[in-house]
Nanobody
Framework: QVQLVESGGGLVQAGGSLRLSCAAS????????MGWHRQAPGKQRELVAA???????NYADSVKGRFTISRDNAKNTVYLQMNSLKPEDTAAYYC??????????????????WGQGTQVTVSS
């Protein structure tokens, strides 16, 4: 019932910029944390940036000062503005959201949902 759809990936030269978007849809009661992760070939998935409902953010050291995460609560959407891209930023990028849904018995359930991933390739 809940779906995350990412967009905005692509091929860019080193030093360029991209903006990723991830929209959540479905029977959503609330969203707390939202984040972006990435996974390069042969490497483990790593957290790139996260933002909680109050607006606090945290970033991986490797992207601080270059990437900015933001969210539009009215649209259930999280963004990742990526500037000064480097070849080592090349990876599949995945968004995640901690989303609450209301169950048939009236209680609420919170789970982590993931998008399908979008490829970012930075050429040198």
């Amino acid at each position: 019932q809940v779906q995350l759809v990412e967009s905005g990936g692509g091929l860019v030269q080193a030093g360029g910029s991209l903006r990723l978007s991830c929209a959540a849809s479905g029977s959503i009661s609330g969203i707390s944390a939202m984040g972006w992760h990435r996974q390069a070939p042969g490497k483990q998935r790593e957290l790139v940036a996260a933002i909680i409902s109050g607006g606090s953010t945290n970033y991986a050291d490797s992207v601080k000062g270059r990437f900015t995460i933001s969210r539009d609560n009215a649209k259930n959407t999280v963004y990742l503005q990526m500037n000064s891209l480097k070849p080592e930023d090349t990876a599949a990028y995945y968004c995640s959201s901690a989303i609450s849904t209301r169950l048939s018995d009236g209680t609420y359930d919170t789970k982590d949902y993931w998008g399908q991933g979008t490829q970012v390739t930075v050429s040198s």
